[in-house]
């Protein structure tokens, strides 16, 4: 079991922009692009492959990688289209004094998960959270558990906005021990439950990516861990208001499935928005009202006015008619 917070790790194969490789054994050949990121078993690069971009995963030692390819073949075999990357190619690459082994998958160009959330607007949360959902069922479905759910594993895919996830390392079979995990997103860290892969543990983890949305720079659990702790923190954010429920039910392992916590996170999302509209809406009306109040009060100087000119008019014609009145009785 591996726990990720603190990955420091030195590089042990550096691949350079413009650097060719070629597998060892089937002879694909890869143009490095740049270096995407790195985490605690290996580094990840953009690279150029004869079919188009790929990401190549390139590892310190071969027992690092070989469960996230075993899983990852696992998935392209069983799943169809998923949110993970698709697998394309395992290999070596030697190099004059020692062997890097390598994997190759799909190229998931898209924004990181808090950052898109931060520039879009907080709606965002819940529609992603709901996709999210959607794809955790399925796994839950045959058998896996995501466990290392954070939102550095996630991206935010192009037309349309679809979240993908990016590291399978965590994938764990229902009922073993979690594999990888982070403690922020843990329910063991915070004294909330088992690190046995079950749907539920996931769950917890997408509470607390809600969490993460609202305290981007996290938070620790400053000595008395449990959910007084945790709620109070999420009553303390307007974005997480609205989801205050689903998020208790999340940490209490309410759901059955991530299905039914999708449900509960969809009625949220509609009663808001039509909240929203129905805000709108009576904001359209008191503007409405007092366009009619403008309107009337116009209408009313306006008469007001037209009376007065009107007397006005009156008053000096007459006295007109009198003085010309006047004159001919002079005259006469
Ligand atoms: N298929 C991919 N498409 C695009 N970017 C990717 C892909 N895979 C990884 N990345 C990028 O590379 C970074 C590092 O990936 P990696 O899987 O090594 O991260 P990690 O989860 O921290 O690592 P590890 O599992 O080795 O500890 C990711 O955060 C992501 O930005």
Redesign the pocket.
Known sequence: M?M?DS?SKKQECKLFPNQRIIGRWHRHPYRIVR??????????Y?AESESGP??L?I?RDSM??TS?VNVMRHFSKVQGPSLG?CFYDVDDYLTKDAVFPFYV??????E?FLPFIRDRGAEWMGVLVVQLLNELYRLHQIGWVFG?LKP??L?VADSPYRVRW?????MTRHGRSIK?YTEFFDRGYWGLGSRKAEPGYDLFSVSMLMINCAYPARFEKNGTPGIGHLMGKVRQKQLLAPYEAVILNGFQGKYQSALAMRTEMLNIIQDNSFNRKNKMNRAGSAKVATNRRAYRKNVTTAKEKHRWTGVYETMLIGTFLLILYILYLFGQ
Do not use: C, F, H
């Open positions: 591996k990720r990955i270096e995407l990121g790195y985490g605690a078993t290996g580094t990840v953009l790929v990401a995963k590892a690092s990688i996230e990357p998958m799909e190229y998931i160009q898209g990181s290392d550095e594993n991206l990016l590291d399978v390392g965590g990888e």
